[in-house]
Structure formats: C-alpha cells, structure tokens
C-alpha cells in the first residue's frame, strides 16, 4: 500500500505518551517529517522524536497546551515556518482532567461547570482551533488529511462523568461539516473512535478485567497503541484517496467499561 507520505509534513499533538507517540513513530517509519506536541513531558516527546530519527525520519518536537488555546496556533506555525507547510493533521491531545481516563464513579452532578467549560474548551474547541491552525497551509497546497481522535465513550457513555464524552461526540459533527467545508481543497477529514487502548501510559490495570473488556469484542482482544496507529495512518496519508467525514470505530471500541461507580 502506497501511502504517499514520503517527506509530507505531519502534526500529530500529544505524541509524547500513548497512541500519539506510536502514531508519530508509524509516520516516521513511512518517511514523513513528523511534529509531536507534549504539554508536561518534554523529554518523554524528545524520546519519540530520538526514535523517529534513529529510523531515518525527521522529527520536531513542539509544546501545545490544549488549556492555553493560543499555543496551538503558535504551535502550528513553528512547524510551518520549519518545514514550509503542513500536511496531515492528527489532533490526538487530550485533557484528561485528572491523572487519566474519566473516573466512572464520580457521580454527574459533582462535577463542576468550570470543569465542564475547562473540558469542553480544551477537547473541542481545542480540536477546532488545530484544524484552524492547518487549514490555510493545507488549502494552499490543495492537498490533506486530517484526523481527530474522538473516543467510544463518545457513542458508548460511561457511567458518571459527562463532559470528557460530550467534547468527544463534537468532533462528529466537526468532522462532518468540515468535510463538506473542505473537500473541494482536497482535504479528507475523518474520527477515529478507539475503544479501550492498551498503552504504556495508563497505569497497569488487572488481567482479570482486561479479559473481561477483551471477551466483549467481535477480536476478543483488547487494541495497543500500534493498532490505533495503523488505522490513523491509513486514514491521514495518501492511501484515503476519497473517504471523508466518516468516524471508524476501532475492534476495542466494543469493549464495554465495568461500572465501578457506587
Ligand atoms: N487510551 C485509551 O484507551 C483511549 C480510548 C479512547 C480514546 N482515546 C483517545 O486517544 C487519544 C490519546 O490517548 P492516550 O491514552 O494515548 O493518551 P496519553 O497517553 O495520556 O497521552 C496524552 C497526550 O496528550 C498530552 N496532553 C495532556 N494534557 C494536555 C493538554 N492539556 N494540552 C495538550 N496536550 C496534552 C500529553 O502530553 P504530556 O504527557 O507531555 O503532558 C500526551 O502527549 C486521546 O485523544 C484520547 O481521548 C484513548
């Protein structure tokens, strides 16, 4: 499969840790000059980039702090006035609001509206301001891809939290009325939903329930980071010749969350 993304410029944000980081990898290893944004951990985004290097790739490391909106313009033009444009966009950052994924037992009515301002502004808005940030240079070129990471819990729910889930379904209808906005520039734009990934970032989690997640997929087996890599790259390169405004669901998004909530 070729996917023509020899020397393209790639943005992928929040490629320090987890499904980022493999992205960023899997476009290294295709040839692309690959920027990876952190926001806490600049060495863990220095590593992938040493990765991508020792690989033969190039590599820029770039901070972005989905909490201070105007980091990511700024953010986007360094990579712009580095390497001359950009051509792929995987906006993959997320604010957790915590040290990780969504806690199911916090009850909805707990959770603060600075809270749910602070998530929608950082997930949503923060998507849209990287698609604003790389349009202009993706118009002029005629020419990209942009992929959003949304979630299953976008579809799925989750018992408790509201609004990590709400900020993800609004990338759907982003997608949506983006792929319309923009196709006539040659620009696809699609989600990816992944379902409960398995990466080196989260904290280890028992066998007994990552089974039980597992026995829940038509695969009986849960995603790594590498397989959610795989399908952003084929969505974002040159291998999508005409698919856009979809949200592809990865074979973990099946995996049902155990609620231990009380
Ligand atoms: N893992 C899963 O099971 C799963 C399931 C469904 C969807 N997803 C989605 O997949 C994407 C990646 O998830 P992951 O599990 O790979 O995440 P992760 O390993 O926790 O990595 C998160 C990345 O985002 C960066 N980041 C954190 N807070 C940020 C902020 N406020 N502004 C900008 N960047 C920030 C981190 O940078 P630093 O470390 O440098 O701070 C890191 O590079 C997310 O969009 C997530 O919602 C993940």
Known sequence: MDTALKDRVVLVTGASTGIGAATARAYGQEGARVAITYRNNPEKAEKVASEIEAAGGQALVVRLDLEDLPT???AANTV????????VLVANAVRWGGDGPPDPSVRFEHVSLDEWQAMISANLIGAAAQVRAVLPSMRSRG???IVLISSSVAEE???????YGTAKSGLYGLARSLAWEAGR???????????FTLTHSRPPIPKIITDKLASGTPTRRLSDADDVAKLVLFLGSGANGNLTGEIVRDGSSAARAPHVGP
């Open 72 to 74: 990511v313009e700024e």
């Open 80 to 87: 712009i006035e580095s390497w001359g444009g950009i051509d």
């Open 143 to 145: 020419w990209g891809r």
């Open 157 to 163: 729910g989750l018992p408790g939290p509201g609004p």
């Open 185 to 195: 520039d040659g620009i696809l734009v699609n989600v990816v939903a992944p379902g």
